[in-house]
């Protein structure tokens, strides 16, 4: 974005001297970032809250057997994911989600991977507007009430990284970009990760969007998975 100064060059000519502050940086360095336009952000942003709030809605409308379809179809999925990429990912870190706001639930799933030797993680906000951690989960893991009052293992669990991450969605686009809660908190932490991991976002058909209006920040996932089977095509 230019100098917000450069507003006040009204001087009429088609050059006035501040003109070079309104020049995109990318005009002169090709490597750096494309230029947001901070309207256009705006915007976005306020879109995005409205669907949020709308996908939110509809998910809390669905009955407790759809859920509990849902969940079953995405995880027979997952299984079928694991063996064919990962040869079942045993002794793999794999982070999955402790549901919340009738998020699919996979916890059947995660402890049948677990008793099959992969290892399972779960995300924690530690500190705010900051990466995600991992920690480790079993069945035997006492769980706590963590931000958002997301129930998380507790601070003595081993820190991990995965390999493999889910990350549930409130909307998703075929192009494998995904709607959160709004706090950016997948997308710092695939920033941050390297080797990124292979990211699954895990979310129901009817919270397709046809685009999410993507932004510099956003980092696709791998693959999106929904209780009708893959819907990005594999990388
Ligand atoms: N089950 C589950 N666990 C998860 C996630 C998830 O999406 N689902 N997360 C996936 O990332 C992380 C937690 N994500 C969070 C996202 C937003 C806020 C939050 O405070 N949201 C504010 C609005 C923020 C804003 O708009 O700036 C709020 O709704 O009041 C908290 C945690 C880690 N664990
Ligand atoms: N890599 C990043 N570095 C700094 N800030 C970021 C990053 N990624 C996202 N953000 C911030 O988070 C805000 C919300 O991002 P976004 O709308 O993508 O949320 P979301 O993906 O729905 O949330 P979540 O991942 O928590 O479920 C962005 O406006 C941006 O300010």
Redesign the pocket.
């Known amino acids: 974005m230019s100098d917000p100064d450069s507003y006040k060059c009204q001087s009429g000519f088609s050059s006035p001297p501040c003109y070079a502050a309104d020049i995109a940086a990318d005009y002169f360095d090709p490597h750096a970032p494309a230029a947001v336009d901070p309207q256009q952000a705006n915007d976005v942003a306020r879109w995005r ?1 409205s669907e949020r709030k709308r996908l939110r809605d509809a998910r809390a409308e669905g009955s407790v057997a759809e859920r509990h379809a849902n969940g079953a179809a995405i995880s027979a999925h997952l299984r079928t994911l694991l063996d064919e990429r990962f040869d079942g990912a045993k002794g793999r870190v794999f982070s999955a ?5 009738g ?1 699919p639930d996979l916890r059947p799933l995660m402890a049948e991977l677990h008793a099959a030797g992969v290892i399972i993680a ?4 530690e500190t ?1 507007a900051a990466p ?1 951690i991992f920690r480790l989960w079993t069945p035997a893991t006492k769980m706590q009430r ?3 009052n ?1 129930p ?1 293992p507790p601070p003595d669990a081993p820190e991990l990284t995965p390999e493999i991450a889910l ?2 969605l ?1 909307g998703w686009s075929a192009d494998g970009y995904r709607l ?7 997308d710092r ?1 695939l920033a941050a990760l390297t080797p990124r991991p292979f990211g699954i976002g895990i979310g129901v058909d009817t919270a397709r969007l046809t685009t999410i209006y993507p932004q510099p920040h956003d980092i696709p996932l791998d693959l999106i998975l929904t209780p009708s089977g893959p819907q990005s095509p594999p990388t």
Not at 97 to 101: A, G, N, T
Not at 122 to 125: D, G
Not at 180 to 186: L, P, T
Request: aromatic share 20%; glycine share 18%; proline share 10%.
């Open positions: 809250r989600y402790w549901p919340i706001k998020e779960l995300p924690i906000v705010k995600l963590g931000d958002w997301i998380v990350a549930p409130v959160g809660y709004g706090g950016g908190y997948f932490t």
